[in-house]
């Protein structure tokens, strides 16, 4: 069982900044993928960036220029920090990993989400 826990979010105002953070803990072996997803009401879930182990990054579009995601491998750990924050951006936002957990000699592939953290950006 892997969990992860967010914390970071919050309210600001439009062009704030605001930086997440993910804890991944439990039975790791290995994690492959991290990244941070977003759902705003009435709308489907949505990758906002993700960040490989070797430090390959993604974001969607709107994000590009404005968000960074980063990741300490030794603290299991993913970040994201968010500049020029627009009211758009407003969603809670999940953090994701993927990988190999491990039970003795047993190892077994994960996926697991965080509990979501509120972002709220006023105009």
């Known amino acids: 069982q892997v969990q992860l826990v967010e914390s970071g979010g919050g309210l600001v105002q439009a062009g704030g900044s605001l930086r997440l953070s993910c804890a991944a803990s439990?039975?790791?072996?290995?994690?492959?993928?991290m990244g941070w997803y977003r759902q705003a009401p009435g709308l489907e879930r949505e990758l906002v960036a993700a960040?490989?182990?070797?430090?390959?990054?993604n974001y969607t579009d709107s994000v590009k220029g404005r968000f960074t995601i980063s990741r300490d491998n030794s603290k299991n750990t993913v970040y994201l920090q968010m500049n020029s924050l627009k009211p758009e951006d407003t969603a809670v936002y999940y953090c994701?990993?993927?990988?190999?957990?491990?039970?003795?000699?047993?190892?077994?592939?994960?996926?697991?989400w965080g509990q979501g953290t509120q972002v709220t950006v006023s105009s």
């Open positions: 994701y990993a993927d990988g190999t957990a491990t039970q003795g000699i047993v190892y077994r592939r994960f996926a697991s």
């Open positions: 439990g039975n790791i072996f290995s994690i492959n993928v």
């Open positions: 960040i490989t182990s070797g430090g390959k990054t």
